[in-house]
């Protein structure tokens, strides 16, 4: 097995990080840091038509602009970031293949350690798989089925050369390329993602998925993702990931940006598990990712689910704007922080039309030393009559050493709005650990079982399958937390 | 060999000596309850042998087996069949009713060496341990103990001791707060479960119980000591007279 010498010294650790390995598919790179230089090198590998190579170029003379002016108003601390000394390009060696049969058996080796061998999946639970791995996309699965039916689910790159006006149309109309420091990054130097495009009045039967991997060492990974749901269509989309046991931070700052029409529901679901670091806090993802949605539609909806308990740093505030009137967006949020992990997320739902409405219920758990912020933003508009929000934020704290922290901000501009905002903190009672090892479970079973129920409003908007996975992550990600 | 032994057992809080040597044996078959007034060490003596913590044990052993109980950590207790049904049982929100017992026993089953419970086996279990413990059906599927009341709590207990079938059971009051339909249900589910090699220990203060779940011995708990042991007429002169002519004994 493909397991490096340096995480072969950490047993330890890999026990802790139970999906910590490394696979040496050798990578065809750019030289390290950022130039122009770099994004013509892109593009080119790309190849890319003029107008996004336009783009990429005015959103990095963007960034240099900004300079090195990253948000600094999240409770996160971690040291600057060394832009011009990481990598922004990495492929496999090959790329595109029509079947799982030629996809790296390295590759999928991987994914079984991971869990997620492709072909039971695609037999089993009869999901659409888009593996990311690296940068580039290797292996679409069930394309055929899809594209009967009319659904585009593609990589980002190849969507550019096969549905040009639409990428043209939708890509940068929710998270504009000057948005913030990361988008900005991210907008001129992606390189790949997910394409997905559901035709009017259809259901997508099945639920479309990507697992993401960050396995090239010091690679930047920016990820683009863009979903359109045409008018009175319905698409449920899970996103995972889990990364390699590594020793440097890892720079992360994905963009998704999700488009509902009239009538339409887009349920986009993520469980997100990245090296979280060592116990002492060394190493780790940072993960910087801006989400959002633009209902645009009338009576359109969007609903976030997220399960965060990997990382380093979590940077991340998946959001609704409401425009079509009726409109609502929900957001579901379980944020894990343990050891020396910082998790600073939440969301914005941002109330434009009439009679929209929306719901954010935020539960956030940590443990050792670790910092867990929800930080959330309700605005109403003016023109956003009777416009509903119902915010309910729940802190779980395990030990005395950790942070939990609420920050909501509501601003109202139409006196016919009703808010209502609820938040508690707690702890893990003694009574409730003895009271679940007096029945035989073991300190880390008890645990997991309470950490699971205090989480479970938010697990159960999780597809089947995906709950699943997300309910011993839960466990794993806490395993040590007490005692 | 009996099958849990209370040697000379000292328990205490800080400073404060709570239990000044207890001393009981249960064998396999028997049913010991132990009555006596509030605050004299009952659940401390339950709480100690299940393995809660908090607690300083300065003299004495407890045996399960023959075997040190104070060597095993609590769940591993649980997992060799000292079973404690809670004077006051706890809330676990947002956790079934039903994904607890599920978790519970296959912790017990693990322990075993045996594979988990299937699902549809697992159903139909506890749908007649329910049934016969007159709880409604849908009760296993609200989240243990969360907005039960007193009663129903109770009731959960005995639905979990049924099911995991320990060796030891230690009931701490669990017939307080049960109206009288409730106190024989759960009498006769304790009944059902008395054989050759599963012992009880039953703490109670009311003598009615034992008209239920008859006790082979009656010890009167008084101050960290047993103050007098006896059958099960010794409940029914409590009963009459109180505890008082024990108190001053004990003191
Ligand atoms: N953790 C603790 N901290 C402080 N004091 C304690 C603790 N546990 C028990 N005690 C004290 O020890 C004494 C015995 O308590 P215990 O709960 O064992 O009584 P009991 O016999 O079960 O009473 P009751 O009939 O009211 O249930 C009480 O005075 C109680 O306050
Ligand atoms: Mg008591």
Redesign the interface.
Known sequence: MAVTRETAATVKEIEQYKYGFVTDIESDKAPKGLSEDIIRFISAKKNEPEWMLEGRLKAYRYWLELGDQEPDWAKLHYPKIDYQDAYYYAAPKKAALASLDEVDPKLLETYKKLGIPLLEQQMLAGVAVDAVFDSVSVATTYKKKLEEMGVIFMPISEAVHKHPELVKKYLGSVVPYSDNFFATLNAAVFTDGSFVYIPKGLRCPMELSTYFRINEKNTGQFERTLIIADEGSYVSYLEGCTAPQRDENQLHAAVVELIALDDAEIKYSTVQNWYPGDAQGRGGIYNFVTKRAACRGRNSKVMWTQVETGSAITWKYPSCILQGDNSSGEFYSVAITNNHQQADTGTKMIHLGKNTKSKIISKGISAGHADNTYRGLVRIGAKADNARNYTQCDSLLIGSTCGAHTVPYIETKNPTARTEHEATTSKI????L??????????E??VS??V??????VLQTLPMEFAVEAQKLVGISLEGSVG | MALLEIKNLHVSVGDREILKGITLTLNGGEVHAIMGPNGTGKSTLSNVIAGREGYTVTQGEVLLDGKDVFAMAADERARAGIFLAFQYPVEIPGVSTSSFLKTAINAKRRAEGHKEIDAMEFLKLVKAKTKELGMADDMIKRPLNVGFSGGEKKRAEVLQMTLLEPRVAILDETDSGLDIDALKVVSDGVNALRSKDRAFLVITHYQRLLDYIVPDHVHVLVNGRIAVSGGKELALELEAEGYAKYQGAAA
């Open positions: 009672s003694e009574d409730q003895f009271y679940c090892r007096q029945r035989g479970m073991t300190q079973e008890a079982l309470i699971n129920g205090f989480c479970k409003e």
